[in-house]
């Protein structure tokens, strides 16, 4: 079955690509080498010391980002493990407290009591809401990639079927694919990955 692959605003398909190949286009990655000198410290005096680091970068350009078939996921990894440590050092923390409330009761008149109690609870609790922030926002992150991860692969199968014409700077899927998904129809890159990203399931996170 022959399928007409002409863009349907100017009817052409000299400038016409399909998406993943102008994605592929669109994206470059590679490694950096970079050289570090600076002044260490040693039993002699002062010495010279030089190293180099080599870093992975990725780069995409607007075209690229516009028709991306899935958001940029952020680890929720990093964010979860400084949660944990946080948390148990604020547990650490309130286990120094009641050390040392244990140890060294308060004495004297109940307002002097009161504010050595508000003194001595103060700093773990305020330490506290930081850490269920961050717990709640790695929570959160997890939750949104999940979502991502579930509906990924059929959002990529409608994706990879869409072209792009270069000469009119629209996207469109030149064939039916999914019910709800239009086909000859010219679309700006923001209302095709709309498209892509809520067959996905994850357009509106």
């Known amino acids: 079955m022959n399928f007409d692959l002409s863009c349907p605003q100017c009817e052409s398909i000299d400038l016409a690509q399909s998406v993943p190949a102008a994605m592929s286009e669109g994206t470059h990655s590679g490694y950096s080498t970079g050289v570090h000198t600076g002044v260490g410290i040693g039993p002699g005096g002062l010495f010279p010391v030089s190293g180099t680091s080599t870093r992975e970068y990725s780069h995409s350009s607007a075209l690229a980002r516009s028709l991306a078939w899935q958001p940029i996921l952020p680890s929720a990894g990093r964010l979860s493990v400084l949660g944990v440590l946080l948390c148990v050092f604020v547990l650490f923390v309130y286990t120094m407290c009641f050390a040392s409330l244990r140890i060294h009761p308060p004495q004297g008149n109940p307002v002097q009591v009161t504010g050595f109690l508000i003194g001595l609870f103060i700093v773990p609790v305020a330490l506290s809401v930081p850490v269920a922030a961050i717990l709640v926002a790695a929570f959160q992150r997890s939750s949104r990639n999940g ?59």
């Open 147 to 205: 979502k991502v991860q579930a509906g990924r692969n059929r959002a990529r199968g409608v994706w990879s079927h869409g072209y792009y014409c270069h000469r009119c700077g629209v996207a469109y899927w030149p064939y039916p694919t999914e019910p709800g998904i239009p086909y000859r129809v010219a679309l700006a890159p923001s209302q095709f990955r709309w498209h892509v990203w809520n067959t996905g399931g994850y357009a509106k996170l």
